[in-house]
């Protein structure tokens, strides 16, 4: 793949991300189909990583095989017309959502881990 390649498919994956979340609100999308726009497209658009990029390997595998996988998968569950329309409408869209209640999620679970830690460590170590 070329650097141009490489460019355009980033930048069809971010209109895919905001096409999912357009298909997130849409009643015309199937409820399974939505549930995983939903997710995914909360996810990608969270400004906090559940995996931390300064992770060495780990920490790019989000960005570069679970949320590619996601968004495929999410795409493969809606309708071709309607994801067609999403796209289009994605693209027409100026703004770039963000997903606060995911960034949240993210807190609160490296949160639950580190207490989870911290209790372990307190009761190995008396």
Same mark, same amino acid.
């Given at each position: 793949?070329?650097?141009?390649g490489?460019?355009q !498919?980033?930048?069809?994956l971010k209109?895919? @991300? +905001?096409?999912l !979340?357009i298909?997130?609100?849409?009643p015309?999308?199937?409820w399974?189909?939505?549930?995983l %726009? &939903?997710?995914?497209?909360a996810?990608?658009?969270?400004? /906090?990583d #559940?995996?931390?990029?300064?992770? =060495?390997v $780990?920490?790019?595998l989000?960005d570069?095989?679970?949320v =590619?996988?996601?968004?495929?998968l &999410?795409?493969y569950?809606?309708?071709?017309? $309607?994801?067609?329309e999403?796209?289009r409408?994605a693209?027409?869209s100026a703004?770039?959502p963000?997903?606060? /209640?995911?960034a949240?999620? /993210? +807190?609160?679970? !490296?949160? #639950?881990?580190?207490?989870? @830690?911290? $209790?372990w %460590?307190s009761?190995r170590?008396g």
């Amino acid at each position: 793949m070329t650097l141009d390649g490489a460019k355009q !498919w980033a930048r069809r994956l971010k209109r895919d @991300v +905001v096409a999912l !979340w357009i298909a997130a609100r849409d009643p015309r999308t199937p409820w399974h189909a939505k549930v995983l %726009a &939903a997710a995914v497209a909360a996810y990608a658009l969270s400004p /906090i990583d #559940l995996v931390p990029d300064f992770i =060495p390997v $780990l920490g790019y595998l989000d960005d570069l095989l679970i949320v =590619p996988a996601g968004i495929a998968l &999410a795409i493969y569950l809606i309708p071709p017309e $309607l994801m067609a329309e999403f796209r289009r409408r994605a693209e027409q869209s100026a703004v770039r959502p963000r997903s606060m /209640i995911a960034a949240a999620i /993210i +807190v609160c679970a !490296w949160l #639950l881990a580190l207490a989870t @830690v911290a $209790l372990w %460590a307190s009761r190995r170590l008396g």
